[in-house]
């Protein structure tokens, strides 16, 4: 979450004169269709779409003690969402903002929902605190977080990572590099073909659908979340499963009991494709299925 830390350090470091009633924002800029477009807000909520044209357009109301900079450099342009003076209420911001397809977002809030669809561009990122994070797209790579919120992606990818302290999360479409990270949040993922994917969750269950890619490697852990993975039924890996003391179901090889004592583990091997697939939970149930 640095871009998060790097935008909260920045509003409580701004300084600007005095109080000031809501504006209406309505800003255009030309831009290059790969550059980089940067959104911040501290409440409210952050809607992007896309467009053909090599340029940016942002609508919508600062609140009655906030400001809109905008910043432009060589890489793109940035808007940003300040406080005027330090309160504890300054009111809520609704940005709308259109930007070329293929340009990469960056999107922050903190107290603002985060809404994206249509983009193309290389890298993707959406940060919230207590927010929801949705997006909706096809890119090189996609970094999602939230705190408290919820985080839902739908789209494709050829890196993605996702993560929710508190939230649920739900990824659809991607494939290669996949990363998703909860803490009491459910996560949901349903993927292509994995090259490379670590799923992890405290206490929150993980459901993954997918396959693995020949040389592949899937770590897929909790600590009391049950785990479920499907699998195609013709998936050729090197399977290891174990939990301390939850239950292991397995269509793939046989799972084994502790002869003295709670728990069980599963060791299977089917091909030679190099794929690994490794499970583990401390007290959460794990099913591996066929599709």
Known sequence: ???????????????????????????????????????????????????????????????????????????????????????????ESDLELVVPATASIVAIGVSADITISGSRGARLTAESVSGDVEVEADVGRADLESVSGDVLFRGSAERTYAESVSGDVEIHGVGGEVDVQSVSGDAIVFASIVTLGKFESVSGSLELDLEAADGGRLTIATMSGDVILNLPASQSAEFSAQSFSGDIDSRFGEVKHEKYGPGSHLKYSSGNSGTVIRVESFSGDIDIDHK
């Open 1 to 91: 979450m640095k871009n998060l830390q790097q935008f909260i350090i920045s509003l409580a470091i701004s300084v600007a004169p005095a109080a000031a009633l809501a504006d209406d924002i309505d800003v255009r800029r030309d831009i290059a269709s790969d550059a980089t477009v940067s959104v911040s807000n501290i409440a409210g909520s952050i809607e992007i779409t896309t467009w053909s044209r090599n340029e940016v357009h942002l609508t919508g109301e600062t609140g009655p003690n906030q400001e809109l900079i905008v910043t432009e450099s060589d890489q793109g342009i940035r808007f940003e969402i300040r406080e005027i003076e330090k309160k504890s209420y300054s009111g």
